[in-house]
C-alpha cells in the first residue's frame, strides 16, 4: 500500500506564497511521474504541474511563471512553490504520484492521490 500525504495549504492574502509538500510512503520500487492539481468549487479537477523522475516540468498556462514544481527523490517528495498568488487560485489541492511497486513476480504501476490541502487566496 501507497498513501500521500500532503501539507502546507492555508489562507494567503492575494500576492502572497505558499509552498506545499508531498511525500509518498509504503512499498514503493519506484516513484515516476509527480505533480499537482486543484478543483475549485463547482469545477471539475485540473492539472496544475507535473515533474518526472528525470526532472523534466509541465505547468498549466495559468500558474506559469509563478509555480514552481521540484522534488526530492531520495525522499519521495514533491513541492510546489506558489508565488504571486491570486484569488482565482483558491481551489482544492491533490498531489498525484504515479507508482511502480514489485511483487515476487512481476511490477506493477499505480495512480495515487493524495487526500487534498485547502489554499485559499483571500483579503
Known amino acids: 500500500q501507497v498513501q500521500l500525504v500532503e501539507s502546507g495549504g492555508g489562507l494567503v492574502q492575494p500576492g502572497g506564497s505558499l509552498r506545499l509538500s508531498c511525500a509518498a510512503s509504503?512499498?514503493?520500487?519506484?516513484?515516476?511521474?509527480m505533480g499537482w492539481y486543484r478543483q475549485a468549487p463547482g469545477k471539475e479537477r485540473e492539472l496544475v504541474a507535473t515533474?518526472?523522475?528525470?526532472?523534466?516540468?509541465n505547468y498549466t498556462d495559468s500558474v506559469k511563471g509563478r509555480f514552481t514544481v521540484s522534488r526530492d527523490n531520495a525522499k519521495n517528495t514533491v513541492y510546489l512553490e506558489m508565488n504571486s498568488l491570486k484569488p482565482e487560485d483558491t481551489a482544492v489541492y491533490y498531489c498525484?504520484?504515479?507508482?511502480?511497486?514489485?511483487?515476487?513476480?512481476?511490477?506493477?504501476?499505480?495512480?495515487?492521490w493524495g487526500q487534498g490541502t485547502q489554499v485559499t487566496v483571500s483579503s
Open positions: 498525484n504520484a504515479d507508482v511502480t511497486i514489485a511483487t515476487m513476480s512481476a511490477l506493477y504501476e499505480y495512480d495515487y
Open positions: 509504503g512499498s514503493i520500487f519506484r516513484v515516476n511521474t
Open positions: 515533474i518526472t523522475s528525470g526532472g523534466r516540468t
